[in-house]
């Protein structure tokens, strides 16, 4: 079976009425495939997921850490990179969705809670600025 991105990396936004709600996804290189990256040859990662809710706001909490193929700086050949990044994103359960400016994000009441964009720009973010082999 084939899952599309929005429903791999998406929590349901009833089930965080009894928070914290946590859960961890795989992400693989579909979600780099998908858009087309140039930069990302491979990716091997977890995506560990804090929520916290609060009235109308949930609190997300991301930790990615697994490795990602680039090419290496020095000879261009393909070079496994360890990452560990965090962060977080404010969602704001409204009217609407799909507002999303990198650090906040607006999803209509009953709508899932989409992370596939926001987990693809963390592990691009979390790529170290050089990249080579050891
Ligand atoms: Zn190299």
């Not at 709508?111 to 963390?122: C, P, T």
């Not at 790529?127 to 080579?132: A, E, F, I, V």
Request: glycine share 6%; net charge negative.
């Amino acid at each position: 079976m084939h899952y599309t991105d929005q429903e791999r990396y998406a929590i349901d936004y009833q089930s965080l009425e009894y928070t914290p709600y946590s859960c961890e996804f795989d992400v693989d290189d579909a979600l780099f495939t998908e858009r087309e990256s140039e930069e990302v040859k491979g990716v091997k990662c977890k995506a560990f997921v804090e929520a916290n809710r609060t009235g109308s706001t949930v609190d997300v909490d991301v930790r990615i850490t697994g490795t990602v193929v680039v090419a290496c700086d020095r000879c261009l050949e393909d070079c496994e990179i360890e990452v560990e990044y965090e962060s977080s994103l404010i969602v704001h359960i409204g009217e609407e969705s799909g507002e999303y400016d990198g650090e906040q994000m607006w999803v209509a009441k009953g709508d899932n809670i989409v992370l596939d964009q926001y987990i693809y720009e963390s592990i691009i973010i979390a790529l170290p600025y050089q990249r080579h082999h050891a």
